[in-house]
């Protein structure tokens, strides 16, 4: 199955390179789910800005996968079909929409520090309840 799809990708080249620049712009997905089901153990000033980080992360993975999704749609390989299958679960897109709820639209992953962190000021939507961060 993988020696199917790794031929599909080499005869296509542009999935191959759809998919490759896809992939490059995607952050750590297993540190980010990690982080994401550890609760804290006290509330600061420092856990607010994690948290927020956090959501910016995901959101920028969650913008990612309609990418992805795109690149490898018209695949053949049982592999990639699979993936693609497991891309359109309508969960994924709930979550970018409750996200989309919280954050301004125009708030994205940067990977300076200074801008991640000027990102992080102007994140959140005003008139937000921090109930949406429990």
Not at 105 to 126: H, P
Request: hydrophobic share 40%; net charge negative; with cysteine.
């Amino acid at each position: 199955m993988c020696l199917v799809s790794f031929l599909e990708l080499t005869e296509n080249e542009v999935m191959f390179y759809s998919v490759e620049s896809v992939l490059g712009q995607f952050l750590d997905v297993d540190h980010l789910l990690s982080l994401c089901i550890k609760i804290p153990k006290n509330d600061n000033m420092k856990t607010a800005e994690s948290k927020i980080t956090k959501v910016i992360h995901l959101k920028h993975t969650l913008e990612l996968v309609s990418t992805l999704l795109e690149a490898i749609k018209f695949s053949e390989s049982e592999l990639l079909v699979a993936y693609a299958t497991i891309l359109q679960d309508n969960r994924l897109r709930q979550m970018h929409e409750k996200i989309s709820l919280v954050l301004h639209d125009d708030t994205q992953y940067e990977k300076c520090s200074l801008n991640m962190k000027t990102q992080r000021c102007f994140a959140v939507r005003s008139g937000m309840n921090e109930i949406y961060w429990t």
